[in-house]
């Protein structure tokens, strides 16, 4: 294994934050996995995940069996776990432009476009390198101005060339679901399976920038866009939702991080006989299928379903209790599915999106993510 220290632009006189990077295998082979936790950094689950991880990565490689390289950020947001208001850990937006970690990642397609002019050829792998040269090229180029663009600038350049892209998170109180590109749908949902999975939610686009989609996007637009020369989707990636924030127990973790180095194994990225598959829990739905019920008015939650239930259309979700004026308002869902997370206040605010239910049928359209 060896380690990087990665320093942090200085946000302000004293303050110096640094990012570790732990790499395993060899990168001569230009194989490459990218693993990351914590990117919104109150997510605590995922950084417990990533040591387990790490010491199985770290067993792996000392024998010998990582096919390619794999990277690991066991902690991938500094700035986000530093903003501890008074108790409370702050850690999914910048506190200084109140910019989500996760959104506004670059966009590649745009850029390559114009710099891929002439470049591509017949030959796919030939044309993967030249994309991921001049992907990287383009994150060269992207002058950040602030610390926290610094570190988003890092970590796309870290995952752009990398054949898989793991961004572990979690939700408030959820299963274990997932995020992934549309066109990613077969190998994710093998990943689904090996983890227990109950929702796997697809998009193309789902707005503003997420990290996992600035990786895995522009090869499936430039395939469009250029029909003439072949080029695969060269990079599966995916956000995993590792359940709630207060599920942070090593019997889960060691579970999740097991499930993650079986599913590299059946993508080859790492060596030796993967165990048995487990029975699937979910079928793949589109992100656009997602209900998120919002509270009508401002009130205490009561929910009377939990995560992993499966919702009837029609069926009574929680009521919203008015402590003021004594009304007691009921959140119905409108479609069908598994309800898979669920806020963890029960205080609602008017218009807050209190519950998600993986509907099969797409409805909505637009930005697609909350903030
Ligand atoms: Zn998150």
């Known amino acids: 294994m060896r380690i990087e220290h990665h320093a942090l632009p200085s946000p302000s006189t004293g303050v110096q934050r640094t990012l570790r990077v732990l790499h395993f295998g060899t990168a001569t082979s230009g194989r490459k996995v990218y693993i990351q936790a914590s990117l919104h950094a109150d997510e605590i689950p995922a950084m417990l ?30 700035i986000g776990l530093a903003q501890d208001i008074q108790g409370t850990l702050f850690g999914r937006f910048d506190l200084a432009t109140g910019v989500n970690f996760n959104r506004l990642y670059k966009h590649l397609t745009p850029p390559l476009l114009a710099r891929l002019q002439g470049k591509l050829g017949a030959d796919a792998a030939a044309n993967v390198a030249t994309i991921r040269r001049e992907g990287l090229a383009v994150l060269a180029d992207w002058e950040a101005q602030t610390e926290t663009e610094a570190l988003k600038k890092l970590l796309q350049t870290l995952a752009t060339d990398a054949d898989i892209v793991l961004d572990l998170h979690c939700d408030n109180e959820a299963v274990l679901h997932l995020y992934t590109g549309t066109p990613l749908a077969e190998p994710v949902m093998q990943l689904a399976t090996r983890m227990g999975a109950e929702a796997v939610l697809l998009a193309k686009v789902s707005g503003d ?9 522009h090869w499936w637009e430039l395939a469009e866009q250029l029909p003439g020369h072949p080029i695969p989707n060269a990079c599966v990636s995916v956000t995993v939702e590792l359940r709630g924030e207060h599920q942070v127990e090593d019997g889960l973790a060691r579970q999740d991080a097991a499930a993650l180095v079986a599913w590299l194994q059946d993508q080859g990225h790492v060596a030796g006989p993967a165990p048995a598959m487990p029975a699937a829990r979910c079928e793949a739905t589109p992100l656009e299928g997602v209900e998120p019920l919002a509270a009508p008015h401002a009130g205490l939650i009561v929910f009377s379903k939990a995560p992993g239930d499966a919702v009837q259309a029609g069926e009574l979700v929680a009521e919203i209790v008015d402590p003021l004026s004594d009304q007691r308002s009921e959140l ?20 807050m999106r209190v519950a998600k239910i993986a509907g099969a049928k797409a409805f909505r359209s637009g930005k697609l993510l909350s903030m």
Request: proline fraction near 5%; avoid cysteine; charged fraction near 20%.
């Open 209 to 217: 920038d997420p990290f996992d989609e600035s990786l895995s996007r």
């Open 49 to 78: 995940v990533a040591q387990h991880l790490r010491e199985q990565l770290q067993q792996l490689d000392a024998a010998g069996l990582i096919a390619g390289e794999i990277v690991l950020v066991p902690m991938a947001n500094p």
């Open 332 to 351: 119905r869902a409108t479609v069908s599915g598994v309800l898979f997370a669920r806020v963890a206040r029960r205080y609602a605010s008017r218009g």
